[in-house]
């Protein structure tokens, strides 16, 4: 790998450390080489180490006075932040990265140890520009912190600094893997990638199981990462569990000088954890214009998509809503009714899909983590979940196949045979029943009616809130549920209330549907008497879509609720 730091020895770095940058000392040249040798098979920006070396020198790194340290380049203004993403194996630091780069396909994730066996490289660029603002780096695990910290003291001499201490070790045998698989000499090649990335790093999160108690080893990592004399701020993951230790940690770390720490659950996902995130490290530098720009930049970002799905799902309801079919007074409609519901699954999918595709989940059996709506899948046209979600039908009755479709129920009682059925709607079925004139001239006109357009919308809602809330780590399908959400699914408590009862509390509240059932918004009544709107009459999309782009708009305002 090319190293992009090589420049003259006098040249001094403008950047966070600068002032401590170490000067140049003469070294022993079979040590250094091996440093070198080390940072050519790591997949990283290679800090620049001096080869002005004495020629007879024949002391070892470890036991030399004068040995080489790291004139380091670290962050300046205008040039990419370099951040390393340490900590004990099996504490999500792949998991982490995916959801800060909006990427179910980045790295391994397994529920085992040592997933991670190389350092993995990604960029966050200005979307506007696409100037990379940040370089993040995900690292192995810290494996066994204890024993390295052992070797550190017995192999180094505590009067030198840290970064010297760990300099030598990457020298050292085990730390190249030289010594791997021989009994009774310890391995820690793993923990030398974890370190030479961090000396070529300006900053580094240290990424903690919040579930996890505090312990020795963890102790230890702290102090090694310390040695590398760069901040490190550690980052707290899975902070959703009721088993989060996040007191206990921050005492352990206060004590350790590490004030500054965030919260960030890479399954539970919070857009304002991740915002604080980088507001935290911008603190902790001296030139923070790369964090201060990709911090607008994410926002920016965050606030269209938001926008974007709204277009998305109004879009998809007043499609739905400007679906009408015409059908003869005799005709059986039931062919029909089951085109038309049919039309409406297929609808409802692809706009769920759009919304996957925006947040970057993606739907497929082919991605690591497939996301599976279960939820959002129920039919449409289901009783059960028009009730789950409080809406009444016009009754308080279901009328099965008919249900959602804008018919006069009646009309239809004898030429259906439905009886008792229809006989309990009494009519009542629906309010979208064809006008005088069309039932003057045999004609009766199909439209979906405004429960199931409520029911459609409040799925959609539910949906983009519980993706704006998912992380690209989550793998269970389960997780696809946002917590705190009103949706019909969590309110189990509503089955012991009849269907009159539940929509009366949902039309005074509003907590649920984004309207109350018989108020549609304008737009949705518009779209009823506009049947060129739907691509689901003329089979014309682009035509149908653009007709409908004010309407679109207007509606996905209106949507906004929180």
């Known amino acids: ?45 290679v800090p620049n180490y001096s080869t002005d070396l004495t020629k007879d020198s024949s002391l070892s790194l470890q036991n030399s006075t004068h040995n080489k340290a790291a004139n380091k380049k670290t962050i300046a203004s205008g040039e990419p932040l370099k951040l390393a993403v340490v900590g004990h194996t099996n504490t999500g630091k792949t998991s982490v990265l995916r959801t800060l780069l909006r990427d179910v396909y ?94 070529a790093s300006d900053m580094a999160i240290y990424v903690v199981d919040a579930r996890e108690p505090v312990l020795g080893k963890y102790k230890d990592e702290l102090a090694i990462l310390s040695w590398a004399a760069i901040p490190v701020m550690p980052v707290f993951n899975f902070t959703d569990s009721q088993d ?48 201060e720009q990709l911090m607008q930049s994410r926002t920016t970002d965050w606030m269209q998509l938001y926008d974007e799905a709204h277009i998305i799902i109004a879009d998809f309801l007043l499609n739905v809503a400007a679906m009408k079919r015409e059908i003869n007074e005799d005709d059986d409609p039931m062919p029909t009714l089951t085109q038309m519901q049919e039309a409406v699954r297929q609808s409802e999918r692809a706009m769920q899909h759009q919304l996957l595709n925006s947040y970057k989940f993606y739907d497929n059996a082919v991605a690591a983590t497939p996301l599976e709506l279960q939820a959002y899948q129920q039919d449409p046209f289901d009783p059960e979940l ?108 509503r089955d012991n209330f009849t269907d009159e009862e539940l929509a009366d509390a949902n039309d005074e509240n509003n907590l649920m549907t984004p309207w109350q059932t018989h108020k549609l918004p304008s737009e949705l009544k518009k779209a009823r008497s506009k049947s060129q709107w739907s691509s689901l009459n003329s089979g014309k999309a682009e035509l149908a879509q653009s007709l409908r782009t004010d309407a679109t708009w207007s509606l996905a305002s209106k949507l906004q609720r929180d």
């Open 106 to 199: 980045f790295g391994e994730v397994k529920n085992e140890a040592a997933t991670t066996r190389h350092v993995e490289r990604a960029q966050l660029t200005d979307s506007q520009t696409g100037e990379a603002l940040v370089t993040l780096y995900d690292t192995p695990g810290l494996e066994d912190a204890s024993g390295l910290m052992d070797w550190l003291e017995d192999n180094t001499a505590s009067r030198r600094d840290g970064i010297e201490r760990l300099q030598q070790f990457l020298a050292a045998d085990i730390a190249t893997g030289a010594t791997s698989g021989l009994q009774g000499i310890d391995d820690y090649s793993q923990e030398a990638k974890v370190i030479r990335q961090l000396l």
């Open 386 to 493: 028009l009730k789950s979600y409080g809406i009444r039908t016009t009754s308080g009755a279901a009328a099965g196949a008919l249900l959602g479709l804008g018919i006069d129920a009646a009309a239809l009682g004898t030429t259906l045979g439905l009886g008792a059925a229809l006989g309990a709607i009494g009519g009542g079925l629906l309010s979208n029943t064809s006008s005088i004139a069309d039932k003057i001239s045999g004609v009766k006109r199909l439209y979906i009616d405004p429960p199931t357009l409520t029911l459609l919308a409040t799925r959609a809602l539910d949906l983009l809130t519980a993706l704006r809330h998912r992380g690209h780590a989550a793998t269970d399908a389960t997780q696809l549920l946002y917590n705190n959400s009103n949706s019909g699914a969590d309110n189990v408590a």
């Open 244 to 291: 989060a230790n996040i007191d206990d940690w921050q005492t352990m770390l206060a004590r350790r000088n590490l004030h500054i720490s965030t919260r960030f659950d890479s399954v539970a996902f919070e857009f304002e954890d991740e915002m604080h995130l980088w507001q935290n490290l911008a603190t902790m530098l001296t030139h923070s214009e790369m964090l």
């Open 1 to 45: 790998m090319t190293n992009d730091n090589n420049k003259p020895a006098t040249t001094q770095h403008k950047g966070l450390f600068a002032d401590k940058a170490l000067k140049d000392d003469p070294a022993d040249s079979k040590s250094a080489s091996l440093i070198e040798k080390n940072f050519e098979h790591a997949d990283i920006d």
